[in-house]
């Protein structure tokens, strides 16, 4: 139940971002010559993992025989078609230098807000993983 909990914690403070990150990246990436969304960085990792299930979801569906290096396969015009909060944290943690620029050089308090919360995110997601080994360890003892 706490890993329910912490991860739908987890999943507000992403959602609470979104609007932020994404003023942000619809100015500056379709100018981009060097787009970050690889193949490799699509893939979720095991922490990802334990939160997707945690909420009761399933990650998307992958291609078979895609190259690592190739643009990423959840990539589509408009941008990620995963929405924010379910998307890969390395995803989610990245901000190349022209991003961080435009977030800097924009007005102030919604930038330090951003910062407070981002600290929050990365409690939370520790939090997660810290409820899924309780969880496991209940298990293992009980
Ligand atoms: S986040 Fe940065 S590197 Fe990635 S597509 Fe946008 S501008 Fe390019
Ligand atoms: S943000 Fe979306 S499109 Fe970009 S690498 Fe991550 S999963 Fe792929």
Same mark, same amino acid.
């Given at each position: 139940m706490k890993l329910f909990g912490n991860a739908m914690l987890l999943k507000n403070a992403i959602e609470s971002i979104d609007a932020f990150i994404q003023e942000h990246t619809a100015e500056v990436c379709p100018h981009?010559? #060097? /787009?970050?969304?690889?193949n490799r960085h699509g893939r979720y990792d095991y922490a990802d993992l334990i939160y997707i299930q945690a909420l009761g979801l399933k990650p998307p569906a992958y291609k078979e #025989? /895609?190259?690592?290096?190739?643009?990423?396969?959840?990539?589509a015009a408009s941008g990620c078609t995963i929405e924010r909060a379910l998307r890969p944290f390395r995803c989610n943690w990245y901000f190349c230098d022209a991003i961080l620029k435009s977030m800097e050089d924009g007005a102030v308090k919604p930038y330090r807000q951003f910062i407070k919360q981002f600290q929050k995110i990365i409690e939370l997601k520790k939090a997660v993983e810290d409820a899924s080994l309780n969880d496991n360890n209940d298990r293992v003892t009980s």
């Open positions: 981009c010559r #060097n /787009v970050c969304c690889i #025989n /895609v190259r690592d290096t190739d643009r990423c396969q959840f990539l």
